[in-house]
């Protein structure tokens, strides 16, 4: 049996925490869904998330604060961002501040996939 | 006002009668020199006769102490009652009795069918120069001056008879005296003796003179008093126009002392220059011819006063009948009041009509039991029909619009209820212009109790087609600020659009793969589609709200809930705030009353004020971000929203600037929401305010009356007019 990566989504929008999980698994992931980056933070699925979708814009801490705070605890996880606000140009700034990918809502499986593929290689 | 004068006039005239009738008497002993005894009855008789009007008049006039009297009586209109004066004799004897005895008190005796009231005067202090008894039927007999009259003639008949008896008394003595000295010496003593005791008797004459002159200077009195008393001005000429008199009231009218100006020429003291010829024209017109042309009417004329000021009189002008020059009294009264209140009238008359044709409003009355109507002359010019037809229903009609012909006729027919009510109908003119006209018009009952209206109907055309281009450009300028506010919005827009877009695509793909899998997943993909439709669904929504945001469309006017359409604000603005990292916190009110509005501009209002809130708070790090949306019922049957933020507030003294168009605190502002905000919040009859909070920030609201329990139930707006050219809220007038 195959160990499925464990990605972690965290994003305030409930359908979003709805949705990706399912196609996750489809995809051949595990994954556990947070409404907030605190309380990610708090959960203990931080050591063993092996990829973050992460949401930028949330009430409280955004999802690049969630990035920052993680490399200063010294927990380098591969973050894809997801976002809906679709500002083209906050792509390049994230991806030069280590993000493995940015993506866009709505975005496809196939885009995911990559994505995800891609974050998994470079951890 | 014009019975008090008539009253007052009245008592004038029976006074001035009684003064005139004074006069009269005092002029009997003029008459009475050399006349004998029964002379001098007459007279009396005839003189009160004719002054009192009486019905019985009896004299009896005593000589030598008694011994021998004389009867005289005279009989008004009794005489149609009984046959003969003997039957009166019998009554009036039967009434004194024996007067030498005892003095026959005031008595009513039955003459025919009727009471007579007689009352008796002495003649002399006892009534030893014999009595006067006077009957009336009148009820009030005798009255004040019929007594005052009476008992001066019987005084005056006393010395009269005193004088006429001392005469014949004299004459005999002087006849004896020469007998006697011819005759015998000896009776000249005896003579002498009877001489002086006529003496002393003539003594006694005289002092009773003086005591009688003392009760006519009483009369004088009384008159005086009437003079002094009286509230209008009486002042008296003679025929050479000298003044005689000058009552108080005409000292206090024409600010002369009385004795400043008796004697004076009237035309010098209280005639305006102008009109002295004419008054020593007319006076001599009347001494030459009699022919008088003032005498006894009441005129209006001008007087002046000493200080040279002219002012309006009333006059009346009466001859004082007395034989010889003629002398006249003349009544006047100050009427500068009654004229100035009678000019205010016509002034505010003149306003009034002014007002009219100035404020294009006529007005109208009619009578609902006879169906009696009466326009203005601006009515038949707004109708454009000729005042000079008869106006009938049918003629009326042929000017009303067609299709506000229905709601015209209900008003008539409402009419009937007897209720005030204002209602707007148009006209449709034969050059098919169109007229838009307000009606106000108030019932009434008159004295019979017939119900009426009176009403004003006011052309509004110019301010309809005003408020037509204003409502035209409000709403132009709310669509280019609702785009403006919506641009400012787009990265929240395509945020709100790509969420559920975003859950479509996922859940879509995840459906596929579990179809595809082996074997297929149904439950799994039958769930998935159900979030797709179900995210479809959402973003179809944030769509139709955008277009209705984004949307040039004619204003509507509805009944709405104002929780909802904050809601749906809310919910399209819910990314933005987030992204301000705003704290959003709703206070909806329970059961909150619908209101009457546009829906979307209300809505625009709503995004302004959180957008604005939203924008206060973006620089503010120290404290949360909190906004507050709340709804309320107000007291005054209005709903209110309030949007309360901890952003960086507003100077209270620019508080005023805030709505006005243009001014902007922010750098990226064109400063017109505000005052667009404010623009429709008022043509809603509503009001836009903000206030600084206690603590940070501000606190924007406004109120728009809810809408009245009359347009609920009957789901219909007052005014009619509903062409479709308007872009104007059809907000109802007060029903």
């Known amino acids: 049996m195959v160990t499925r990566s464990l990605v972690s989504v965290v994003d305030d929008d409930e359908s979003v925490r709805e949705s990706l999980p399912d196609l996750l698994n489809e995809l051949g992931f595990a994954v556990q869904a947070f409404s907030s980056a605190e309380e990610f933070l708090a959960s203990d699925y931080v050591d063993r998330t092996q990829c973050l979708l992460l949401d930028i814009a949330m009430p409280g801490m955004s999802g690049p604060d969630l990035q920052l705070e993680l490399t200063q605890r010294g927990q380098d996880i591969p973050v894809v961002f997801i976002t809906a606000h679709g500002d083209e140009r906050v792509r390049p700034r994230l991806l030069e501040q280590g993000a493995a990918e940015c993506l866009f809502k709505p975005f496809s499986d196939t885009a995911l996939l990559a994505a995800l593929t891609t974050a998994l290689q470079a951890g | 006002m014009d019975t008090q004068f008539e009253e007052c006039a009245e008592e004038i005239g029976r006074l001035q009668r009684c003064i005139n009738d004074l006069v009269s008497l005092l002029a009997l002993p003029a008459i009475w020199s050399g006349g004998d005894t029964s002379y001098i009855g007459r007279t009396v008789l005839d003189a009160l006769m004719g002054m009192l009007r009486l019905d019985l008049l009896y004299v009896r006039l005593s000589f030598s102490g008694g011994d021998t009297s004389v009867e005289m009586f005279r009989i008004g209109d009794l005489r149609k009652q009984v046959g003969w004066p003997e039957e009166i004799g019998e009554l009036l004897n039967r009434w004194l009795g024996d007067a030498s005895k005892q003095w026959p008190p005031p008595t009513k005796i039955r003459v025919g069918v009727e009471d007579m009231s007689i009352i008796p005067l002495r003649l002399g202090l006892q009534g030893e120069y014999g009595m ?7 009820a009030d007999f005798p009255t004040q001056i019929q007594t005052l009259l009476l008992s001066v003639a019987a005084n005056l008949t006393t010395i009269g008879l005193r004088e006429a008896e001392l005469r014949n008394e004299q004459s005999r003595a002087a006849a004896e005296l020469d007998r ?6 000896s009776e000249l003593a005896a003579a002498n003796a009877e001489l002086r005791k006529e003496i002393a008797e003539r003594t006694l004459v005289e002092a009773r003179l003086r005591h009688e002159e003392t009760a006519l200077r009483r009369s004088e009195a009384r008159k005086a008093a009437i ?7 009486i002042v008296t000429m003679d025929h050479e126009s000298r003044i005689t008199e000058f009552n108080p009231a005409a000292e206090r009218t024409f600010g002369y002392r009385r004795d400043e100006v008796m004697g004076k020429k009237l035309a010098d003291v209280i005639i305006p220059p102008e009109l002295r010829a004419p008054h020593r024209q007319g006076l001599a017109r009347y001494l030459a011819t009699n022919e008088a042309h003032v005498l ?6 001008t007087a002046m006063r000493a200080d040279g000021t002219v002012f309006p009189v009333e006059l009346a002008i009466t001859r004082i009948a007395f034989d010889g020059a003629p002398s006249f009294t003349g009544y006047l009264r100050d009427i500068t009041e009654r004229k100035w209140a009678e000019e205010e009238l016509r002034r505010s008359e003149t306003f009034l009509a002014e007002a009219r044709r100035l404020s294009s409003t006529g007005g109208f009355s009619k009578r609902i039991a006879t169906g009696e109507i009466r326009w203005s002359a601006e009515v038949y010019q707004m109708f454009g029909l000729d005042p000079a037809e008869p106006l009938t229903h049918e003629r009326m009609v042929s000017r009303v619009h067609p299709e506000d012909v229905h709601a015209f006729n209900e008003i008539l027919k409402q009419q009937e ?5 204002e209602h707007d109908y148009r006209l449709l003119m034969p050059d098919q212009t169109v007229k838009y006209l307000h009606v106000v018009a108030h019932a009434v009952c008159d004295v019979d109790g017939d119900l009426g209206y009176f009403g004003a109907v006011q052309d509004v055309t110019q301010r309809r087609l005003a408020d037509e281009a204003l409502a035209k450009a409000r709403s132009d300028l709310a669509h280019v600020t609702r785009l403006t506010s919506v641009g400012a919005m787009t990265a929240s827009i395509a945020h709100e659009v790509n969420q559920p877009l975003s859950g479509i695509v996922t859940n879509a793909s995840t459906c596929l793969r579990m179809l595809a899998a082996d074997p297929p997943n149904v439950a799994g993909a039958r769930e998935t589609a159900r979030r797709t439709i179900r995210d479809a669904n959402r973003a179809s929504d944030v769509i139709t709200r955008l277009r209705a945001l984004f949307s040039r ?17 809310i919910a399209l603005s819910l990314s933005e705030l987030r992204r301000h990292r705003v704290i959003l916190r709703q206070e909806f009110a329970d059961d909150l009353p619908p209101v009457m509005g546009d829906r979307i501009q209300l809505q625009q209002v709503i995004l302004n004020l959180v957008l604005n ?17 709340s709804t309320a019922a107000e007291d005054d049957d209005h709903v209110r929203l309030m949007v309360q933020d901890t952003g960086v507030g507003f100077d209270p003294q620019s508080a005023k600037r805030l709505f006005e168009a243009f001014y902007t605190t922010k750098s990226g502002g064109m400063g017109i929401g505000l005052s667009v905000s404010r623009s429709i919040i008022e043509s809603h009859h509503g009001r836009l305010w903000a206030v600084p909070n206690d603590g940070p920030g501000a606190t924007f609201a ?8 009359a347009v609920i139930r009957a789901g219909v707006s007052g005014p009619v007019w509903t062409s479709g050219v308007t872009d104007t809220p059809q907000i109802p007038r007060k029903l």
């Open chain 2, 613 to 629: 809130a939203s924008d206060a708070m973006s620089t503010v790090e120290d404290r949360p971000r909190r906004l507050v949306i």
């Open chain 2, 553 to 569: 469309r004619e204003a509507t006017v509805e009944t709405m809930d104002l929780n909802e359409a904050a809601y749906e604000v």
């Open chain 2, 417 to 421: 209820r007897g209720v005030d009510y």
């Open chain 2, 180 to 185: 006697r000295v011819v005759q015998r010496t």
């Open chain 2, 296 to 301: 006894g009417l009441r005129i209006e004329t």
């Open chain 2, 132 to 138: 006067i008894a006077a009957g009336s039927q009148q």
């Open chain 2, 227 to 233: 003079l002094d008393s009286a509230l209008d001005c």
């Open chain 2, 702 to 709: 406004f109120s728009i009356p809810r809408t009245s329990e």
